[in-house]
Every structure is written in C-alpha cells, then in structure tokens.
C-alpha cells in the first residue's frame, strides 16, 4: 500500500470517528431530551439506599447511552446537595454497568447484523419526523437521526481499518510477533494496551468510541482477543478522567465523589490482571456455549466477547464493591481533605463550569443552583449595609466598606459568568421549555445584580453622610431601620422562591412584601415634605434621608421583579401575570 493510500484510510478513520462521536453525542443529547425531567427525578428521587442508587444509575445511562453524562449529573447532584456521596458511588456503580449497553448496540447491530443498508433510511426518517408538531415525536426523529449517523462512522471505521488489511501486512505481522510469547500475549503487553486504552479514551473524551474503535481492531483480526480485553480494561480507566475534570470546579463532595469513581475503576482492573487468564478462559467458554465459536481463534466472534467482558466485569465489580461504599467514601476522603476558606471573600463558582455546557438539558440544573448561591451572597452584602450607621470605631467602619465594595465586584463577576454559561446553553439543542428557564434566568440574575449595585450605592450614601457628619435624629434612625427590614422581609421571599421548583412558586407573598414597601416609602415621603417645610431638619440632611429610603424601595423594586419573572414563565406571553394586589406609583 503507497503512501498516499494510506493517508486517505488515515484521513477516512479520523473522519469516521469524528462522525461516530458526533452521532453518539447527538444520540445521548436526543435520548435526554426524550426523557426530559425524569432522568432528574429518577437520580434524585430512587436513590435511598446504595442498591436502588446503583439501579438507578444503571437505568439512566442505559437510556441515555452516555455514562459520563450521568455521571457528570451525578456530580452536579452531589455538588447541589440532592444526593450525600454513599448513593452517588452506587449510582457510578450502576453507570458502569449501563454504559455495557452501548457496546451491546455496536456488536450486535453494527457487526453481528449488519444494518448498513438501513443507516441512510434511519437518517431520513428521523429528518422527516423532525418536521412534525409534537415535541416528542421531533425529538423521537432527532434520536433516529443518532442512532443512523453513529452506525454510518462505525462503518466507515470498519472500512478504514479494513482497507489497511493490517491483519495480512507483513510488516505490521512482524511487528506484533513481540507481543506474543509462547503462543499468548504477554503480560508486558497486556499493561500496555491497559495504559493505551487509558490514554486513548482521556483524549477521545469517550469510552464508547474507544470501544467502537476496539471492536473494529478486533473483528478485522488486527489485534488478539487478549488485548482487547486490556484495551477495554484501560477505557474503564479512562472514563474517569472527564468525571475527574467536571468536579474540579465542584465541592469537597463533588470532587471525593469524582475520586471515588476512579478508585472503583481502578481497584477492578486490578483483580481483572490478576487472574487475567483465568477471567479470558472463562469468557471464551461463555462465547463458545452461546456462539459455538471461540473470541480466542475467531475473529468474528471476537466484538461478542467484548462486550460480555464488559458486562461482566462492571457487574461483578460492582456486585463486590457495593459492600465496601463505607470503606470508598473513607479513602476518597483521605484523598481529598477539607480545607479552611474564605468563601465569601472569593470569587468562585461553585456549580457551574464551561464543561458542563455540552451536557444541554443537564446543564440547568447547576445553574438554577448558581443562581441560588448568587442570590444569597446578595442578601449577605445587603445585611452589611445598615451596620454602616451603627458602627463607631473607624476601623471596623473602613474594612466593613471594603467588604462592601468585594460583594460588588463579586457580583458583577457572577453576572458575567451565569450570563455567560446560560447564553451558550441557549445555542445548543434544547427544548422550548428549558429555553424559557434559561430566559427566566437571565432575567433573574440582572435583577440580582442591580440589587447588589443598589447596595453599593446605598453604603456610598451612607458612607458620603458620615463623612459629612450629618446626623439623623432617632425618629428618623427607627424609620429607616422598618424600611430596611420591610426590604430584608421582600430579600427573604425572594430567595424561597428562587430555592423553590420554579413551577411551584406562587407571587402573592412577594407582592404583599412589594405592597408594604410601597405604602411605607409613600408614607416616609409625605412626612418629608412635610418636616422639610416645618424646617426639622436640614435640606442636605433631608437629601440623605430621602436617598436612603428611595433606594431602598428601589431594591424592593428589582426584588419583585426576581419573583415575577418565576411566575412567568410559567404562562404564556398572552396570558402574563400582573400585579393585581397594587398598582406601583411612579415617582413624582
């Protein structure tokens, strides 16, 4: 074979796995779109004990073909708290043993019965669906669509790799013979392949395309049954590292529950190379009883054995594991230690992170709970504010206003990134109903920045009076602080919702909070007009005193706004809610 035909076979592999990634990729994102909430439901509701969380995790990526995508959603469970770290490692436990059902589809369907001929119909029907009203059946298509475009790489992957004709390269032959040792591979060989399928998958950033790519390997007799086996014992490694790499950004939590993932991997490709030939005699047995054929001379058979292999090993590793969670979470512990921080003084997502916007759907749900942390952060910076009056020594005053003014970068910072994470969201392949979450949400965290700006700007008032020593009298003192505890009463209801299922929120509390603020700040500006004709007190103090309280409805202001647009969307445009308990004057 020439040069040139070589690298139109290398150019043909790469672009056959480029376009088996993308239909396994568009399969998965499909397959969740399909399900919709019930995958959430299901990890966070049938998770009680460690068995039902390993079903569960078995359930879900069973359906949605990708174990790093539930085990990435398991992270973002475990880092939001709807899941404790014992039932996420069942639930891993689980993924491992779902995502054999991946290698099952490939065997059977792009080697046993080869469904070639049907790729390219698969494709048009699911284009032809795409067309039609219903969401499920568009999304039913979209699936078709997957499943043809994943079974049309993997046969021009089995062509490529066939066109080679490595199996009959003397060259290549020659090559291999180092491998073998008395008639079987050696064990030098053996951890080789571990290490290469480890590698492999960490750059594919995929198990099941290194598995596609094995099964080829294998079934055009370019590599022994043995290897194989080891190639697949190394993608089980290296499906590790993206659930590694998404807790990065996680809790202590998250990150023991990535470590935990790792040390389970690991542990079972440890006892699988320890009794290596046994396990590879036992598997050829299995093989040879259903298919009458041996994975260890025909390569035919060979894709079978794999994927038996793979079931079985993920099922017995977790059948022996299960037992030993407590022992896991202790040594994933001792990896990851707690550390002492400063979190409010530092700018760091806790739930979201730009790996985790190729996860569409998924993706929402760490961001509702970025939004939450967002919101409290608000509400802490704005309890500050009034100690800003009280405070006499000037030292504790000055760090106070610098706090102050961190919360506000802080703030601006946390905008940004949301903003930022939610927009790329939005241009991927989404529902209509989480394309209205992620507008909602835009909404929201706009209004929670401007909530922090009015803080900021409430404490540079504050600050610019006392630097002006102008004082308050205590009647004034005692009607600022109800109008600062009315705000903090609207700031509390505010954050209940947005902790709420946002289908659940309801908007009379917070217009009752919004109501109140209204009529107390109308009140304290009658009574200002007032006493500024009666000469009580100064213009300039009067401008102070004013300030204050409006900017303090102003807060109200964009409080209620948070809440309405919870409740929003959850009608349509001609049927918005409005406010029915008070029509909000406009400033005179």
């Known amino acids: 074979m020439g040069a040139g035909a070589i690298i139109l076979s290398a150019g043909q592999i790469i672009g056959a796995l480029a376009l088996f990634l993308f239909g396994i990729k568009y399969l998965s994102e499909a397959l969740q779109k399909l399900s919709g909430e019930k995958l959430r439901h299901a990890l966070s509701s049938f998770t009680s004990n460690r068995f039902k969380a390993a079903l569960t995790g078995v359930v879900v990526t069973a359906t949605i073909l990708s174990s790093t995508a539930s085990t990435v959603m398991t992270i973002n469970f475990v880092n939001a708290g709807i899941l404790n770290l014992t039932n996420a490692i069942g639930v891993i436990m689980g993924a491992n043993i779902g995502t054999s059902v991946t290698a099952w589809i490939i065997t059977v369907f792009g080697v046993k019965y080869d469904i070639t001929t049907l790729t390219l119909p698969i494709i048009g029907i699911g284009f032809i669906l795409m067309f039609l009203k219903q969401k499920q059946i568009k999304h039913i298509g979209e699936c078709l669509i997957g499943f043809g475009l994943l079974f049309l790489g993997f046969v021009y992957l089995k062509n490529g790799i066939g066109s080679l004709d490595l199996a009959n390269n003397e060259a290549f032959i020659e090559f291999t013979k180092g491998f073998i040792v008395d008639g079987s591979v050696s064990y030098n060989t053996i951890l080789l392949c571990v290490l290469i399928g480890t590698i492999a998958t960490i750059i594919l950033q995929s198990s099941s395309a290194m598995m596609a790519i094995t099964i080829v390997l294998c079934c055009e007799n370019v590599i022994p049954f043995e290897m194989g086996v080891a190639l697949v014992l190394g993608e089980n490694i290296g499906t590790t590292f993206t659930t590694n790499i998404a807790s990065a950004i996680g809790n202590i939590q998250a990150k023991r529950t990535a470590r935990s993932h790792l ?199 504050i600050d610019e009076k006392n630097e002006k020593k102008i004082w308050f009298s205590p009647e004034m003192r005692d009607n600022l602080k109800k109008m600062f505890d009315l705000v903090r009463n609207a700031l509390q209801i505010m954050n209940k919702n947005l902790n709420e299922h946002y289908s659940m929120v309801e908007i009379t509390a917070a217009l009752e909070a919004e109501n109140l603020i209204n009529e107390y700040r109308n009140k304290l500006r009658f009574q200002h007009l007032e006493d500024l004709k009666n000469n009580v007190y100064s213009y300039e103090t009067g401008i102070y005193y004013s300030g204050i309280y409006a900017l303090l409805e102003k807060i109200g202001d964009f409080v209620i706004n948070i809440t309405e647009a919870i409740v929003n969307a959850k009608h349509t445009k001609d049927n918005t809610i409005s406010r029915t308990l008070t029509t909000k004057e406009e400033e005179s």
């Not at 040879?288 to 058979?301: R, Y």
């Not at 009034?386 to 905008?415: A, C, N, V």
């Open 263 to 461: 040390i389970f991997n690991i542990f079972g490709a440890v006892w699988v190379l320890i009794f290596f030939r046994l396990i590879i005699s036992i598997i050829a047995k299995l093989t040879f009883s259903i298919e009458n054929q041996s994975p260890l001379t025909e390569a035919c058979v060979m894709p079978f054995g794999l994927a038996l292999f793979h079931t079985l090993f993920n099922t017995v590793n977790a059948l022996i594991l299960i037992w030993f969670i407590p022992q896991i979470e202790k040594l994933s512990g001792f990896i990851v230690k707690r550390k002492a921080l400063d979190e409010d003084e530092v700018f760091k997502l806790e739930y979201i992170s730009t790996r985790f916007v190729e996860l569409g759907e998924i993706a929402v749900d760490p961001a509702k709970k970025e939004i939450q942390v967002y919101a409290g952060r608000v509400c802490r910076m704005y309890e500050f504010v009034p100690q800003l009056m009280d405070i006499k020594d000037k030292k504790t005053y000055h760090l106070l206003l610098e706090r102050l003014e961190r919360y506000e970068l802080i703030s601006d910072r946390m905008e940004i990134e949301i903003a930022n994470f939610l927009t790329r969201i939005s241009s991927s392949n989404i529902t209509a109903e989480t394309s209205v979450r992620i507008r909602t949400m835009l909404t929201i965290i706009d209004n929670i920045e401007s909530i922090a700006d009015q803080n900021f700007q409430l404490a540079k008032m």
